[in-house]
């Protein structure tokens, strides 16, 4: 299986800030990756996909980037409303696996 | 618009099944590849099983690949999760998905049915 590794495991920020959220898997997945933004109690709701277009009615800070085995997401202006788990996906083969999330908070 | 519904959670005991089941509606479910995912309590998503449009291709994660099968019944638009022989690592928090096709990607999910396995 392929292994998705997320860091930091925690990460807090001041509103305004920038905030990038790595995400490394254990092979090349190419550019099979989706990022999902889980807020405390909720269902996940996706985020980008193809690890770099972002999916439809998500706000333009959210944005992806990388391929191959390293990827990131970043969100330009931290809002109080992005307190969430961010979690990478891979759609590589199966099975699909995700990271085991990154957790923003607001400092 | 589209809601998916899942159903079937409780509590059993090791080595028991359950059958989780999850309604939809609000488009047309007969042309969508259909997931389930799981969340231990406090812990990351896993990803569970698929099954095709058609209910032909299936794919199980390995921890569950021979005790859990995933079906649909289009006909009722509803999707399935037989779950045999329940180990205590398998309490979760189970959602239905669906595949945002063209590959990849969960774009719609439930919101989830709780199953815990205690002896």
């Known amino acids: 299986d392929i292994q998705m590794t997320q860091s930091p495991s925690t990460l807090s920020a001041s509103v305004g800030d920038r905030v990038t959220i790595s995400c490394r898997a254990s092979?090349?997945?190419?550019?099979?990756l989706a990022w999902y933004q889980q807020k405390p109690g909720k269902a996940p709701t996706l985020l980008i996909y193809?690890?770099?277009t972002l999916q439809s009615g998500v706000p333009s800070r959210f944005s992806g980037s990388g391929s191959g085995t390293e990827f990131t997401l970043t969100i330009n202006s931290l809002q109080p409303d992005d307190v969430a788990t961010y979690s990478c996906?891979?759609?590589?083969?199966?099975?699909?696996?995700f990271g085991q999330g990154t957790k923003v908070e607001i400092k | 618009q589209v809601q998916l519904v899942e159903s079937g959670g409780g509590v059993v005991r090791p080595g028991s099944s359950l059958r989780l089941s999850c309604a939809a509606s609000?488009?047309?479910?007969?042309?969508?590849?259909m997931h389930w995912v799981r969340q231990a309590p406090g812990k990351g998503l896993q990803w569970v099983a698929i099954?095709?449009?058609?209910?032909?291709?299936?794919y199980y994660a390995s921890s569950v690949k021979g005790r859990f099968t995933i079906s649909r019944d289009n006909s009722k638009n509803t999707l399935y999760l037989q779950m045999d022989s329940l180990r205590a690592e398998d309490a979760a928090v189970y959602y239905c998905?669906?595949?945002?096709?063209?590959?990849?990607?969960?774009?719609?999910w439930g919101l989830g049915t709780l199953v815990t396995v205690s002896s």
């Open positions: 996906q891979h759609y590589s083969s199966y099975p699909w696996t």
């Open positions: 609000g488009f047309n479910f007969n042309t969508y590849s």
């Open positions: 092979q090349s997945i190419s550019g099979y």
């Open positions: 998905s669906r595949d945002r096709g063209d590959w990849g990607g969960l774009d719609y």
């Open positions: 099954v095709g449009y058609d209910g032909g291709d299936r």
């Open positions: 193809d690890a770099s």
